[in-house]
C-alpha cells in the first residue's frame, strides 16, 4: 500500500532524473519532464541515445549524471525497469516512482525488499503541486470515489 507519507517525500525531492524522455512528443516521459520542470523541479532528462532534450543534456543512464539526485521517475516499458530500479538502489538514491504501465513484479518487489521508497501504480501529474488540467480532474474523480491516496 503507497501512502500519502511516500508520495509526499518523493515530491519534496526537487531534483530528478526522468528516466523514459523521447524523440516521440506523444509519450508520457515527456509530458512528465515538461509539467514537472514548469513546477520549479530540476531535473535531468534520461534515454540511451540522446544527446539532448528540451534544450539540456540528455544522460544515458543514472550512472552518468553530474550530481546525485533525489528521486527517479521511471517512464519505460517494464522489462527495463528492474534495471533502472537496482541501478538507483546501487547510486544511493531511495525515492523511486515507477509510472503507471512502467510497473514490473520484479522492479517493486526489490524496491521493497530494498526499503526504497517506492510509489507504483499511481499517476505523478495527479499528486505533482499545482495539478493542472486533465489530471485535476482524473484526481477529483479519484477523491470522490475513494482512490485518491489520503
Do not use: P, V, W
Given at each position: 500500500?503507497?501512502?500519502?507519507?511516500?508520495?509526499?517525500?518523493?515530491?519534496?525531492?526537487?531534483t530528478l532524473a526522468v528516466v523514459g524522455v523521447s524523440r516521440n512528443t506523444k509519450k508520457f516521459g515527456n509530458l512528465a519532464y515538461k509539467e514537472l520542470k514548469s513546477k520549479g523541479y530540476k531535473l535531468y532528462p534520461i534515454h540511451p541515445v540522446m544527446k539532448d532534450y528540451d534544450g539540456e543534456t540528455c544522460?544515458?543512464?543514472?550512472?552518468?549524471l553530474p550530481e546525485k539526485v533525489g528521486g527517479v521517475l521511471i517512464t519505460v516499458a517494464p522489462e527495463k525497469t528492474e534495471k533502472i530500479v537496482?541501478?538507483?538502489?546501487?547510486?544511493?538514491?531511495d525515492n523511486i516512482w515507477i509510472?503507471?504501465?512502467?510497473?514490473?513484479?520484479?522492479?517493486?518487489?526489490?524496491?521493497?525488499?530494498?526499503?526504497?521508497?517506492?510509489?507504483?501504480?499511481?499517476?505523478?501529474?495527479?499528486?505533482a503541486n499545482p495539478v493542472g488540467f486533465p489530471h485535476s480532474i482524473h484526481r477529483t474523480i479519484w477523491k470522490i470515489i475513494g482512490k485518491l491516496i489520503k
Open positions: 500500500m503507497i501512502s500519502k507519507t511516500a508520495i509526499d517525500k518523493f515530491l519534496s525531492q526537487k544522460y544515458a543512464s543514472l550512472s552518468n537496482k541501478e538507483a538502489k546501487e547510486l544511493g538514491i509510472q503507471q504501465r512502467s510497473e514490473s513484479e520484479k522492479a517493486i518487489s526489490y524496491g521493497k525488499e530494498n526499503g526504497l521508497n517506492l510509489i507504483h501504480h499511481e499517476c505523478i501529474l495527479m499528486y
